[in-house]
């Protein structure tokens, strides 16, 4: 019933950009925090970014000032907005929620891969 779906994926060069977007159903979006993981072969999955319902972002020191984590409740979205993408960036990007502070829901992932 709960999904996460998660798009905007693909290949993009070094210095370029992408927007990713995580379409959510079957839970309450305004009253949930959300999250953006990724993981590529062989390393754990690391969590990117973090948005709590009032709309405070955390985000991972790899990433800061390059990602933008943002949510739109009216859509039950929430966005990673990628900038000065490097190679190092290339994983299966992942939305993740923890509804009510009890289950966890993760979405299928999305691939970017990031080279030249």
């Known amino acids: 019933q709960v999904q996460l779906v998660e798009s905007g994926g693909g290949l993009v060069q070094p210095g370029g950009s992408l927007r990713l977007s995580c379409a959510t159903s079957?839970?309450?979006?305004?009253?949930?925090?959300m999250d953006w993981y990724r993981q590529t072969p062989g390393k754990q999955r690391e969590l990117v970014a973090t948005?709590?319902?009032?709309?405070?972002?955390n985000y991972a020191e790899s990433v800061k000032g390059r990602f933008t984590i943002s949510r739109d409740n009216s859509k039950s979205t929430v966005y990673l907005q990628m900038h000065s993408l490097k190679p190092q960036d290339t994983a299966v990007y992942y939305c993740?929620?923890?509804?009510?502070?009890?289950?966890?829901?993760w979405g299928q992932g999305t691939q970017v891969t990031v080279s030249s």
């Open positions: 993740h929620t923890l509804s009510g502070n009890i289950i966890e829901y």
């Open positions: 079957g839970i309450i979006f305004s009253m949930n925090a």
């Open positions: 948005i709590t319902r009032g709309g405070i972002a």
